[in-house]
C-alpha cells in the first residue's frame, strides 16, 4: 500500500506528461491514493511584462481551449475524472502549492529536464515546486538529457 493518500502530477502536456503521470501513478499504487494532474497555463502579460500595449485576452483563451483538450485526452488515456483535472493561470510553482495545499497533497510529482550550469542558476519550475513545498516532491527526469 502506498504511503501517499493525495498525489499532485504537474504535467506541461509536452511529450514527457505519459512518462511524468505513469510514475504518479506508480506512486499511487494500485490501492488508491488520489490522483490529481495539473496543468498551470502561464499569462502571456507575465512573459511580456505588460510593456507591449495589446490585448492578449483572445490569444490567453486559445490557449486555454487547447489545454483543456490535450487534458481532456490525456484524461480519458489514463481514466482520470474531471474532479481531478485542474487547468489554472499563474505562475507554475506559486499555482502548483496553492493546489496541493488546497488538495491535503502529500506528494507533487513534476518533471525536471535535470539541467546544470547557468540553466539550474536561472531556476526551473522542478526546482521552484521543490522549494516551496510542503510535502514531498518527486522530480521525475524527463528530456533527451536523460
Not at 38 to 60: K, N, R, T, W
Not at 115 to 122: C, E, I, K, Q
Amino acid at each position: 500500500m502506498s504511503q501517499y493518500k493525495n498525489i499532485l502530477v504537474a504535467v506541461d502536456l509536452s511529450e514527457d506528461t505519459t512518462s511524468i503521470l505513469r510514475r504518479g501513478r506508480a506512486m499511487a499504487d494500485p490501492d488508491g491514493a488520489e490522483l490529481h494532474l495539473i496543468h498551470v497555463i502561464e499569462p502571456l502579460s507575465f512573459a511580456y511584462g505588460g510593456d507591449i500595449p495589446m490585448d492578449f485576452s483572445g490569444i490567453q483563451e486559445e490557449i486555454h481551449q487547447q489545454a483543456s483538450q490535450q487534458m481532456l485526452r490525456l484524461s480519458e488515456t489514463h481514466n482520470i475524472d474531471a474532479q481531478h483535472q485542474h487547468i489554472v493561470l499563474g505562475k507554475p510553482e506559486v499555482e502548483i502549492h496553492t493546489k496541493a495545499a488546497e488538495l491535503e497533497t502529500d506528494l507533487i510529482v513534476v518533471g525536471s529536464h535535470g539541467r546544470h550550469g547557468l540553466a539550474l542558476l536561472m531556476g526551473s519550475t522542478a526546482n521552484g515546486v521543490l522549494h516551496g513545498a510542503n510535502c514531498d516532491v518527486l522530480a521525475v527526469r524527463v528530456g533527451q538529457d536523460k
